[in-house]
């Protein structure tokens, strides 16, 4: 098995960042610095950053969790971050950001192989959201977003998405997103002299918040893995 794989499933750091250490010579493998081409065996020793990697018995892992907002979207050691928030008997990981001031769904996995394939916004995957602002709902707000707009900074213009205001309410809408720009609806929001007050994520793909609360998470149902899996393979 690849040495990156090896890793992202044993556990100890998620693919990615095995990747990024192996650029930088910092794993060996029985005594040799790895390369992105190395295998690994049972029996190997390998060492992380000096560290010998201690192998977990690995179960494949995924879950929802409705974050409060506060909580960092990283497996990085800082305060607030999201796997000491939920203490998960697995190493597990965001599938992509949801930002410190925002709440709501994102999943968690350590099935490494998949994270890409949900959070890539070059794959076009749904994920909405409800928007409380601090002053009323233009229609025509809601028109222009919709069509997409040129955020400053940026080359071209938003995906057309699609965008409703919530039934009796005057400063909430909801929003569905295929493409994932930093801070995207907060920058569309400002664009137009509003300041969002709630940002809630509620869906991603198939996979609904639906009554869990906040702070709260659980396993992905079996159907809702059958759904997911049919979608990115």
């Known amino acids: 098995m690849k040495i990156d794989k090896y890793i992202g499933q044993s556990g ?11 650029d930088e010579k910092k794993v060996t493998v029985n ?7 190395t295998t690994v065996k049972e029996g190997d020793v390998i060492l992380i950053d000096g560290k010998e990697m201690e192998v977990k018995d690995y179960v494949p892992t995924y879950i929802v969790y409705n974050k ?4 960092e979207c990283t497996s990085e050691k800082i305060a607030n971050n999201i796997v000491d928030a939920i203490k998960h008997p697995q190493n597990i990981y965001p599938v992509g950001r949801l930002d410190k001031e925002s709440e709501g769904l994102i999943l968690l996995t350590n099935h490494s192989e998949i994270i890409d ?4 916004a070059e794959h076009g995957h749904e994920k909405e959201y409800i928007v409380t602002l601090n002053f009323p709902v233009r229609k025509q707000f809601l028109k222009d977003i ?3 707009v040129l955020l ?14 919530e039934p009796n309410a005057k ?6 997103l295929t493409q994932g720009l930093n801070r995207q609806i907060r920058r569309m929001c400002t664009m137009f002299d509003y300041q969002v007050i709630k940002l809630q994520r ?17 396993d992905l149902t079996k159907e809702e893995l059958d759904e997911l899996f049919a979608a990115i393979n």
């Open 12 to 22: 100890f750091i998620s693919r990615r960042k095995a990747n990024e250490l192996i």
């Open 31 to 37: 005594g040799k610095i790895a390369t992105i081409s």
């Open 68 to 71: 409060p907002k506060g909580i």
């Open 117 to 120: 394939k949900i959070a890539n």
């Open 146 to 148: 919709s069509e997409g």
């Open 152 to 165: 400053p900074g940026e080359k071209v213009k938003t995906k057309p998405c699609v965008v409703s205001l």
């Open 171 to 176: 400063r909430i809408f909801r929003i569905t």
């Open 202 to 218: 509620v869906r991603v793909m198939n996979i609904n918040l639906g009554k869990l609360k906040l702070g709260d998470w659980r």
